[in-house]
């Protein structure tokens, strides 16, 4: 057994051995063959070199180039966000000014608003005061009126009074002025004779007026009431034996506590002596007040102003 272990050691010794002097041949001869290639090698890169540095300086222009579009892009770029940086900042001053305009026309619009509603309220406490001082005047005016009224009221009434009782005197005195002396009855008597001879109408018709015609009349009114107990075509009476004068050319006699002064001739129809034989009486027709004698009925009366 040790034998054969010896036997095979020695065959693999043998065997590296004829293994490693191969290979140390082998590798003589690559470096021979090797050598050439290297001496051949510097005078080719010789030849290159002068390419390689085109192509490096080329590759360099280019990235300088690429470059230089990088920051040509960057800076076209950077203009751009620059300019419209400007641009929004300019919109918003804009903006902002456009904002303070409608802040300032909100103001002002609200400020007019404030005014307008002042001047309206100012009006209005204007017209209402107006009103006011108008109702015043108004209730001040119809309170004087009133008064007046009531004073013109008791007036008449009193005037009524005194005028019913000078009439009920004139009748009651009637009797004595029948009684007075015969000189003095034809003493009135020529004297009124003289004076309604004056006021004798030629032409009746022609030379009557209404008072319509004379613009309409400016006389005294007789109250109502007091007139419809005393005149009417009801309340007939004769003018001789009343107190009697001639004013201004127009003959005036006294009847109830008024005086009548007749400003229209007499018709020419009528008597001589019709203030001694007719009974007239006192009517008020056609806005005025006219003396009619009741012996010729629808015939017109003649036109009277009364007085106190």
């Known amino acids: 057994m040790k034998r054969f272990n010896a036997i095979g050691t020695a065959v693999l010794v043998i065997l590296f051995g004829t293994t490693t002097l191969g290979y140390t041949q082998q590798e003589q001869k ?21 390419q390689q540095n085109q192509d490096r300086q080329q590759t360099q ?29 300019k919109n918003s001053q804009q903006h902002a000014q456009q904002q303070q305009n409608q802040d300032r026309q909100q103001v002002q619009q609200q400020q007019q608003n404030k005014n307008s509603q002042q001047h309206a309220q100012q009006q209005q406490n204007q017209d209402r005061q107006q009103v006011q001082q108008q109702q015043q005047n108004k209730n001040s005016q119809q309170h004087a009126q009133q008064q007046q009224q009531n004073q013109g009221r008791q007036q008449a009434q009193q005037q009524q009074n005194n005028n019913k009782q000078r009439f009920d005197q004139q009748q009651s005195n009637h009797p004595v002025q029948q009684q007075r002396t015969q000189q003095q009855q034809i003493a009135q008597q020529g004297e009124q004779r003289g004076d309604w001879q004056q006021r004798r ?35 007939s009476f004769r003018v001789y034996g009343l107190p009697f004068m001639e004013v201004g050319g127009f003959p005036r006699f006294q009847y109830g506590g008024y005086w009548f002064s007749v400003v229209d001739p007499y018709p020419e129809f009528w008597g001589e002596d019709w203030y001694e034989s007719d009974d007239v009486y006192v009517a008020y027709a056609e806005n005025g007040y006219y003396l009619y004698d009741s012996r010729y009925p629808g015939r017109p009366g003649i036109a009277i102003s009364i007085s106190f």
């Open 61 to 89: 222009q280019q990235q300088q180039n690429k470059n230089s579009q990088q920051h040509a892009q960057q800076q076209q770029n950077q203009d751009k966000q620059q300019v419209q940086q400007q641009q929004q900042n």
């Open 201 to 235: 109408a030629r032409n009746f018709d022609n030379e009557h007026r209404t008072w319509q015609q004379r613009g309409g009349y400016n006389g005294y009114r007789i109250p109502d009431s007091y007139f419809s107990s005393y005149y009417g075509s009801g309340h």
């Open 30 to 50: 690559n470096d021979k063959q090797e050598k050439p290639d290297k001496q051949a090698e510097p005078a080719q890169q010789r030849g290159q070199q002068p």
